[in-house]
């Protein structure tokens, strides 16, 4: 205890900006942190990198003050917080940037980020005009262009971060938290945070950073520390760890291939589109695959790569072009018209358009197959049912208590792999998977990889949409590059890299922007 | 330390777990502990206020399961529809305009001023016939407006509550449809309503369970737009579930007519608001995604029992409205409260 004392009474822990130590945290039935430390220095970017359910958002909320610590403390400038609550944080000089946007879509930018702290005039109304003023400063530091009355639902969901940002920095804030900033962004919003974080670095504020993308780490991170099953694991300087030795400290174990491709005898065409359109969205999309090929879609966000899955798949039938299925044309005009002809769609955004979150498991994972052959009459044969579900979560390793959990109660790589068992008992000859691996920690993603190579082999025929350019690189046969829905290129596995793909995936008539 | 636990292969220890299909305590327990509690509550005040037996008096408890068995015919297709994340005001007068038309295809001959004499001592299933394909058309159009015209269900829902009302009025110039045959008048006599109402029960019960109707009812609660994704056709099954809750409301409107022996432009006044009560009451979600007719069953019984409870005690009509009117409250609330603790493990 005495060593404990004279620590936090000698100078050098003062060094730093922020401290946590000792934290631990505890949920019925599971401790979601213990014995946790971590030290942001002033002027830095401090990255936090662990896999899912490692407990990052648990020590953020503790930072943030959303949670109350069960033990340990938080210290700003070497003086320990009582946080009681988000607004105590908040006045004490942290911020935390949400990953769910919490802004008001029906009030100006200006509002939004003023918000509790309106400047008033002498009546006690307040002063639009003196709101406004602020506002535009703000944005000059922080080379944000906006007009500060602009209603907020116009705004791209890179512009309402930009947004949360701003009103994070009119804080005054030293600590601001940023849990996976990057996730919405294209690559030149995120050039353009990036600028941002390093202004703010400049001039000496601490940001913590969760995100889990690598190159992103190394890009902006100065300090890194890594967390795996609640604890504590490692912390270091950026330069001083490799993207292979974060992976191995966040997994505990040596991740032996990161990308199990297997070649496997390319079959016949199995899906042949031709100058497939939706009117507004995408035009002369054409493209072949083959069975037990896996062509990969790579291209910015809003490029069209998810409007043609969702085209493909009867969500919103095409208005031009054609489909054929095996040779023979194909009508697609709803979901259940392509799951008749051996499609599947794992759709982008898993709680939009996947879950059922307040259903549990078996019931999330039966639904697709409910017509065919799992009933009698009007009657779901729900032993059958039970019995493959249970199968399949065994199969795809599920980590649920029991098929009657709630799914809401799963991390998110398991309810990724609950719903790709869902489209697995379709038995799809055409499996389309749009971002498999978004969000999801690194263990579940090497088994979704090994599965979507194991389907292939199978004789399935794969497209698999993916904003990771690794993944596509590493899992594709072939990798069709879009770009402001037009198609633009063609790449072969042996020839494609990150520079070629990136520029088509730019612009094709543009000068190429090579990145390195 | 040479335990078969130890044997296992690290990966396979990791991975462990029950796939067992584990029954947790339904919410339909505590509802059903609440019913019991009040129920006990009224059969003491009873002793204190009147020195008499609230729940020994087979008479009461009868009168009472029969007012709530129309209700509860109507809620059970009302939880169907929340279920869905919609929500039907028109049951009470879809339940009025059904009553109209049943009894007036139930008239005895000998009647002078019927309202089609030509039509008098039809055989029963007729006017039931009638009576139940006019609450389904009814919900039909609301499923329609709903499904197609893609209007809110409160609004499509509140425009058939007004509009089937008013029809119910114009259908004999607001006259009562009364003279009613024995054989019509049988489907309502005795305990017969409670007999139809537990059937419903049971069948509905079965339905959301373990059919396809039923979990894709749950799905497209849950998320609509998962539903359609996963291959369901939501409209087309919103249209379904919207007829199957007017027919119901039909039925209820029959069995009402039968057991007053008459049709009245007026009837089933606010039943609408009791049948969403009582599945509230009963843990239906308002947000959609859950709900079980056990519940809802355990929901009219608790309305039927404060009603009886409060008439037995002599309390003022008035004072009953305002009870009801905090027990709905704290329903909804209770609601709110378990979907935050949902979402705050999701």
Not at chain 2, 94 to 106: D, H, K, Q
Request: hydrophobic share 45%; net charge negative; aromatic share 6%.
């Amino acid at each position: 205890m005495a060593t404990m004392t004279a620590e936090t009474l000698s100078p050098d822990t003062a060094e730093y900006l922020l401290e946590v130590v000792d934290a631990r945290k505890a949920f019925p039935g599971v401790v979601a942190l213990d014995n946790v430390q971590l030290k942001i220095r002033p002027g830095t970017v401090h990255a936090l990198m662990g896999e899912n359910g490692a407990g990052k958002s648990t020590l953020m909320k503790i930072i943030a003050g959303i949670y109350i610590p069960d033990q340990g403390e938080v210290r700003l400038h070497g003086r320990p917080l009582a946080l009681n609550g988000p607004l105590d944080a908040l006045e004490a000089g942290i911020a935390m940037i949400h990953q769910e946007l919490n802004l008001m879509p029906f009030m100006t930018i200006a509002e939004n980020i003023w918000i509790r702290r309106e400047p008033l005039n002498a009546l006690g109304l307040v002063d639009h005009a003196k709101m406004h003023r602020m506002t535009e400063a703000l944005f000059e530091r922080l080379g944000i262009d906006m007009d500060p009355e602009t209603e907020v639902r116009h705004l791209t969901v890179a512009g309402r971060q930009m947004i949360e940002i701003a009103k994070a920095v009119s804080y005054e804030s030293d600590v601001l938290i940023m849990d996976e900033p990057t996730s919405a962004l294209t690559d030149r919003e995120v050039e353009h945070l990036f600028r941002i974080i390093n202004d703010l670095r400049a001039q000496g504020k601490g940001i913590i950073y969760i995100t889990h993308k690598m190159d992103e780490v190394f890009e902006i991170a100065d300090d890194i520390s890594v967390f795996r099953d609640g604890q504590f694991i490692h912390a270091a300087p950026a330069g001083e760890l490799s993207s292979d030795k974060i992976i191995q400290l966040m997994v505990g174990r040596e991740v032996t291939q990161m990308f199990p491709k297997e070649e496997v005898p390319i079959g016949e065409v199995v899906l042949s589109v031709k100058d497939l359109a939706l009117e507004g969205v995408f035009e002369h999309i054409s493209f072949d695959v083959h069975a037990g090929e896996i062509l990969g879609i790579a291209g910015l966000v809003g490029s069209g790569r998810t409007n043609v899955a969702e085209t493909l798949f009867g969500v919103t039938p095409a208005t031009g072009g054609s489909i054929a299925i095996d040779g023979e044309a194909a009508v697609l005009s709803s979901p259940h018209q392509a799951m008749l002809r051996g499609l599947a769609l794992l759709t982008e955004d898993r709680k939009e358009t996947g879950l059922f979150l307040g259903l549990s498991v078996l019931e999330n994972m039966e639904i697709a197959v409910l017509r065919d052959g799992y009933t009698r009459g009007a009657f779901v044969e729900q032993r059958r049912l039970d019995h493959e579900c249970d199968e399949m979560t065994e199969l795809l390793r599920v980590k649920t208590p029991s098929l009657d959990e709630r799914i809401g109660n799963l991390s998110g790589g398991n309810q990724q792999k609950v719903l790709i068992g869902r489209w697995l008992m379709t038995h799809p000859r055409i499996l389309i998977l749009d971002e498999p691996t978004r969000g999801i920690d690194v263990g579940a993603k090497a088994e979704i990889h090994k599965l979507i190579t194991k389907l292939a082999a199978k004789g399935v025929a794969v497209i698999m949409i993916s904003s990771e350019l690794p993944e596509v690189l590493g899992m594709s046969d072939r990798i069709m590059v879009m770009h402001e829905g037009r198609v633009t290129g063609f790449l072969d596995r042996a020839d494609a890299n990150q520079v070629n793909i990136m520029e088509l995936a730019s612009s094709p008539v543009e000068q190429p922007v090579v990145e390195d | 330390m040479a335990t078969n636990a130890t044997q296992t292969p690290d990966t396979g220890q990791h991975l462990e777990v029950s796939r067992k299909r584990k029954r947790k305590v339904p919410t339909e327990v505590s509802i059903f502990l609440v019913l019991v509690g009040i129920a006990l509550l009224f059969e003491i005040l009873g002793w204190v206020v009147r020195g008499d037996s609230f729940l020994m008096n087979p008479q009461r408890l009868l009168i009472m399961i029969l007012q709530m068995s129309i209700i509860g015919i109507i809620a059970i297709g009302v939880t169907q529809i929340i279920i869905t994340g919609g929500i039907d005001l028109s049951s009470g007068s879809v339940l009025a305009l059904t009553a109209m038309v049943t009894a007036s295809l139930a008239q005895q001959s000998d009647y002078a001023r019927a309202v089609y004499p030509a039509l008098t001592d039809l055989p029963w299933l007729i006017p039931l016939a009638a009576g139940v394909l006019v609450g389904a058309l009814c919900g039909l159009v609301n499923g329609a407006l709903i499904s197609f015209a893609v209007i809110p269900p409160f609004i499509a829902t509140l425009g058939m509550m007004v509009s089937a009302r008013g029809l119910a009025r114009a259908y004999t110039d607001g006259q009562p449809v009364s003279m009613l045959t024995d054989q019509f008048t049988w489907i309502g006599s005795g305990a017969n309503p409670v007999i139809i109402f537990l059937a419903v029960a049971v069948i509905f019960h079965i339905a959301l369970k373990y059919t396809r109707y039923g979990k894709y009812t749950y799905a497209i609660g849950a998320n609509p737009q998962a539903a359609r994704v996963s291959g369901i056709n939501v409209r087309r099954h919103l249209v379904l579930v919207y007829t199957i809750g007017g027919l119901l409301a039909g039925l209820a409107g029959v069995v009402a007519a039968a057991r007053a022996g008459t049709g009245q432009a007026g009837m089933g006044l606010m039943y609408e608001l009791d049948a969403i009560a009582a599945a509230v009451i009963g843990g239906t979600s308002l947000a959609g995604g859950y709900g079980r007719v056990t519940g809802t069953v355990i929901g009219a019984l608790i309305l039927g029992v404060m009603l009886s409870g409060f008439t037995f005690l002599g309390v003022d009509a008035y004072y009953q409205d305002i009870v009801k009117g905090a027990i709905i409250v704290a329903a909804v609330v209770i609601d709110q409260y378990r979907q935050r603790k949902r979402n705050k493990a999701a």
